[in-house]
């Protein structure tokens, strides 16, 4: 098969995907939900079964999302459908692409909320708005801005700009100019903190709550934990990777690729961990804050400590650039199907797409305050939107991949693509993508859905 090239453009190296992929990857969750549930369920034990979760779960599918993006070389939607025909398939498994599609718009409208929040701290952070605060205050403080729908309309306008204009740029000039900026920022910024933490004085108790090994505190629900956080933590079922994967070279290897980032994204969790929770056991703070942790807990241990304004900003900064990083590769797969599908430029794409997710962001926001009063059932809008997509498109996303290049797939079209010269490791991936990960997935729908509805 002679080799297609994507209309959108291609990464100019495989370091520049892996960066890009990584920076998809790495969103809130990593920065306080990973360490947290990390020292909550056995510490060193939960970072393994998570690991061997990544390793049969994780990998197997961001693995078949490149594959199938870079044979595709378009958009989630239409490489979905151009890789069915060639395996004799329906067109109608484009449908997983559409879902992935459009549950990245749908999250993108809720994350830009959230984000914004982080913005409106990266700027409290240099004003000195938190120098001394106590908790108390702190609670406040963050419940007034939920309560203030013109503020969060401010911030949450000010973010899907700052996204939107990135995509607009196209795969060089706008995805990778700003992974080439923006994800060196991250790591740097990330290490400038876990110095800053290592002088906090509770470094060891930090590392302790992180690392340490007991298999007692491991239970059936701590695996659940490390099986969807495994899934939900790689970006997978939502079409970015996909997406990502259609502009990598055909040269490098997927699987080497795909272990890379997920390494990269494990090892960003981690140590986002070893920086925050030595801080908050310097300061007596409860580690099991959970989103609290950083809207509450964390400005008030940076508003405590010497050089805390100016660390804590940087910390602010650093959510923010991986709250950026990852709300790029949300946007990408709707915006490369309407270049594809109506021929326009990408800017016209992203005007529409941006005031769509804008739209959607105003009605999630009045969740906290303006229409905190309309549920539908018991959840609000805001609710509802991060319901749908976490608990339902994405896991049926997830399992419709790993069926359709696990079962459906041309077995010499995956071999072509991936190209692993060592059979065992081809054979490996194919048991995990035909029998492990459908299982897995298929248990973090229903399990989801059993525990919303019945705890």
């Known amino acids: 098969m002679q080799e297609k090239l994507s209309i959108h453009g291609a990464w100019s190296s495989r370091w520049v ?39 049969l779960v994780g990998i197997p599918i961001m693995v078949s999302e490149v594959l199938i993006g870079r044979r595709g070389r378009q ?7 151009d890789l069915a025909v060639e395996s004799g398939l329906s067109r109608k498994w484009s449908l997983a692409g559409w879902m992935g599609a459009i549950a990245g718009v749908m999250i993108f409208s809720f994350y830009s909320i959230v984000a914004g929040w982080v913005l409106y701290y990266v700027a409290g952070m240099a004003n000195g708005e938190f120098i001394d605060i106590g908790s108390e205050m702190a609670g406040k403080k963050f419940e007034a801005l939920l309560a203030d729908a013109q503020t969060l309309l401010i911030w949450h306008t000010v973010f899907v700009l700052m996204v939107m204009i990135v995509v607009a740029g196209g795969v060089n000039k706008g995805l990778e100019r700003a992974t080439r900026i923006m994800m060196p920022a991250l790591f740097v910024l990330l290490f400038v903190l876990l110095g800053y933490s290592m002088t906090s004085g509770a470094f060891g108790q930090g590392f302790d709550f992180l690392f340490h ?4 505190e491991l239970t059936w629900n701590s695996v659940l934990v490390a099986l969807g956080h495994s899934f939900f933590t790689l970006s997978l079922g939502m079409g970015s990777i996909m997406a990502y994967g259609s502009y990598m070279p055909k040269k490098s290897s997927i699987g080497g690729t795909v272990v890379m980032i997920a390494l990269l994204d494990t090892l960003v969790a981690l140590v986002a961990g070893l920086a925050i929770f030595p801080i908050v056991f310097a300061n007596q703070l409860d580690p099991g804050a959970g989103p609290g942790l ?13 050089g805390g304004q100016i660390f804590g900003f940087l910390f602010f900064v650093l959510i923010a650039v991986a709250a950026w990083t990852s709300a790029i590769s949300l946007m990408e797969p709707a915006v490369a199907w309407m270049v594809e599908k109506f021929g326009i430029k990408r800017l016209p794409a992203c005007t529409a797409l941006g005031f769509l997710v804008w739209a959607l962001g105003i009605a999630c926001l009045g969740s906290f305050n303006f229409m905190s009063d309309l549920k539908i059932g018991s959840m609000t809008f805001f609710d509802l939107m991060d319901f749908a997509t976490a608990n339902v498109m994405l896991p049926l996303g997830g399992l419709f991949i790993a069926i359709f290049a696990g079962w459906k797939i041309k077995q010499s079209v995956l071999k072509d693509e991936l190209s692993m010269q060592n059979h065992f490791w081809f054979s490996a991936w194919y048991v995990a993508i035909r029998f492990i990960a459908p299982v897995a997935v298929a248990a973090i729908f229903a399990l989801n859905l059993y525990n919303k509805f019945t705890v």
């Open 75 to 81: 958009s989630p939607i239409n490489s979905m459908k």
């Open 213 to 216: 090994f007991d298999p007692s």
């Open 17 to 55: 995907f892996i960066m890009a992929a990584t920076g998809s990857a790495v969103g809130l969750g990593n920065i306080w939900k990973f360490p947290y549930i990390t020292g909550e369920n056995g510490g060193g034990a939960f970072v393994l079964v998570y690991l061997i979760c990544i390793l």
């Open 294 to 306: 950083m809207f509450i807990t964390l400005p008030v241990a940076f508003g405590q400590m010497p």
